[in-house]
């Protein structure tokens, strides 16, 4: 996939069109739609040499006033899959080993790493997961698809898909899966 498919799968979880009317809508309505036009441009910018030079510092410029502006902690360089979802803003950290597609991540969520014997952990997270206000997952887990990890829940064991997760530490309490929470899939 190029950019412009990365950025029309995230736009279309947002408003469920990928017209240009749309674009413009959500972009200047939907910080997270905002955040991310620009994580995805840095993202594919970086990786040719022609636009290394090129689109990429501008774009970094704008990446970076959204990131602090919004409150996200979140590389460019992240393996995030099409149809990311960001609801509301403030205080997301995203430092995963990598995201599959249709992620739904609420304020106040933190994805991050662990260290354990001197090396860094990262979490591995499925297709279709959708992180409620306050939830936590930390440390070299796998978080399967269709996963739904509920309000400030702190996930530090390993999932299987379709399980819904609750409480500190995290529980599974269901595996009816979190399709109801994942709006626009792709």
Known sequence: ?????????????YSGDTGLKSFIKQYFNAEGFRFSVWLRICFFAKKRKFTKYSI?????????????KYGYDISYNADIGPGLLIFHISNIVLSPQKVGKNMTISQGCTVGMVIKNGKKEFPTIGDNVYMAPGSKVIGGIVVGNNVGIGTNCVLNKSVDNNAIV??????????????EYVNNPI
């Open 1 to 13: 996939m190029k950019c412009f498919d990365f950025i029309k799968a995230d736009l279309y979880r």
């Open 56 to 68: 990429f510092p501008l774009a970094l410029l704008f990446f970076k006033h959204y990131k602090y």
């Open 166 to 179: 609750v409480g500190i530490p995290g529980k599974v309490i269901s595996y009816k899966g979190a399709q």
